[in-house]
């Protein structure tokens, strides 16, 4: 486990002989939003950043936090999407394949916290299950042909998911979906359990290529804000209570981008500090492995066929 010292010395010390292309979904805010930043302040603006999220007013706020970049080629810019939707997904997944040439970052964050029951979008998918989950899932499949690219160039490629390691629940075969029998607990646990399941089977079709799944602890961002409006005047308690075991965004960030650029290739499972979870806390066998993934092939299919709203 590197200090935090450490960690931001060895991302200091990132000077790739290639120009980068890093892709940030979820990247307006939060965790996401502290890695971007990050990313730009440590390449010094030399690169093609691509900001994937709903709100452009903070995709723009962040892009001119970046430092100014003395590279001709350096691109910064905000792509709209709302990821709740599979079929935005695709659309934003087909023009980032048709116009960039290869990808060596894709990190992946979108997500929200609620209180409430399931909350299924026009494509009949809980809106919660997507952002963790399913459109994440598909950020990572479409875009494999730039991440290969980046690859047979001898460069970085890697996919980093930022939700929960070691947080999962068994896997529940006959409610794949969590349609039956929905909780918030079931529904918290199942994206880690499918997300290190997903990263696995991606991990062995695409040798060479990294996939990272990591934990990023207590973040005191504003997923941590209860939006109830009896619960949410107690946000000052809870921000008092958890702030000696919490992290603020950047320093986060920090260890969210030392594990980024120093995992290496294959599947890194990883806590709040980089260090390796191997199997601890895993949940799904081999069999549960290809029943979610078949699953998931299967909800996306049928999450595009939906008529529009």
């Given at each position: 486990?590197?200090?935090?010292?450490?960690?931001?010395?060895a991302?200091?010390?990132?000077?790739?002989?290639?120009?980068?292309?890093?892709?940030?979904?979820?990247?307006?805010?939060?965790?996401?939003?502290?890695?971007?930043?990050?990313?730009?302040?440590?390449?010094?603006?030399?690169?093609?950043?691509?900001?994937?999220?709903?709100?452009?007013?903070?995709?723009?706020?962040?892009?001119?936090?970046?430092?100014?970049?003395?590279?001709?080629?350096?691109?910064?810019?905000?792509?709209?999407?709302d990821?709740?939707?599979?079929?935005?997904?695709?659309a934003?997944?087909?023009?980032?394949?048709?116009?960039?040439?290869?990808?060596?970052?894709?990190?992946?964050s979108?997500?929200?916290?609620s209180?409430?029951?399931?909350?299924?979008?026009?494509e009949?998918?809980?809106?919660?299950l997507?952002?963790?989950?399913?459109?994440?899932?598909?950020?990572?499949?479409?875009?494999?042909?730039?991440?290969?690219?980046?690859?047979?160039?001898?460069?970085?490629?890697?996919?980093?998911?930022?939700?929960a390691?070691g947080?999962?629940g068994?896997?529940?075969?006959n409610?794949?979906?969590?349609?039956?029998?929905?909780?918030?607990?079931?529904?918290?646990?199942?994206?880690?359990?499918?997300?290190?399941?997903?990263?696995?089977?991606?991990?062995?079709?695409?040798?060479?290529?990294?996939?990272?799944?990591?934990?990023?602890?207590i973040?005191?961002?504003?997923?941590?804000?209860?939006?109830?409006p009896?619960?949410?005047y107690?946000?000052?308690?809870?921000?008092?209570?958890?702030?000696?075991?919490?992290?603020s965004?950047?320093?986060?960030?920090?260890?969210?981008?030392?594990?980024?650029?120093?995992?290496?290739e294959?599947?890194?499972?990883?806590?709040?500090?980089?260090?390796d979870m191997?199997?601890t806390r895993?949940?799904g066998?081999?069999?549960?492995?290809?029943?979610?993934w078949?699953h998931?092939?299967?909800?996306?299919?049928r999450?595009?066929?939906?008529?529009?709203?």
């Amino acid at each position: 486990m590197p200090s935090l010292a450490a960690a931001r010395a060895a991302n200091a010390a990132f000077s790739p002989a290639y120009f980068p292309v890093a892709v940030f979904v979820g990247g307006t805010s939060g965790i996401g939003k502290a890695t971007a930043e990050a990313f730009a302040r440590y390449t010094k603006g030399n690169a093609h950043i691509v900001i994937v999220g709903r709100n452009e007013a903070a995709a723009n706020s962040v892009i001119a936090s970046f430092p100014k970049p003395t590279s001709p080629d350096a691109v910064h810019e905000f792509v709209s999407c709302d990821a709740s939707l599979i079929k935005n997904v695709q659309a934003t997944t087909k023009s980032l394949l048709a116009r960039l040439p290869k990808i060596n970052f894709l990190v992946l964050s979108p997500g929200f916290l609620s209180i409430h029951g399931r909350n299924e979008t026009a494509e009949g998918i809980d809106r919660r299950l997507c952002l963790h989950y399913y459109a994440r899932w598909k950020f990572t499949n479409d875009l494999l042909p730039l991440l290969r690219k980046a690859k047979d160039a001898g460069e970085d490629a890697k996919v980093m998911s930022i939700l929960a390691p070691g947080h999962g629940g068994p896997v529940d075969l006959n409610d794949l979906a969590v349609k039956k029998n929905y909780t918030l607990p079931k529904a918290g646990m199942t994206s880690p359990t499918y997300t290190d399941l997903m990263m696995q089977t991606f991990t062995e079709q695409n040798p060479g290529l990294s996939f990272i799944h990591i934990y990023p602890g207590i973040v005191r961002t504003p997923l941590l804000k209860l939006t109830h409006p009896v619960l949410r005047y107690f946000n000052p308690l809870v921000n008092i209570l958890l702030y000696p075991v919490s992290y603020s965004p950047e320093d986060c960030a920090e260890y969210m981008l030392h594990a980024l650029l120093h995992s290496g290739e294959g599947f890194n499972r990883l806590d709040s500090h980089g260090d390796d979870m191997g199997k601890t806390r895993w949940y799904g066998t081999e069999e549960e492995k290809k029943r979610v993934w078949e699953h998931t092939v299967e909800e996306i299919k049928r999450a595009l066929s939906t008529p529009a709203a």
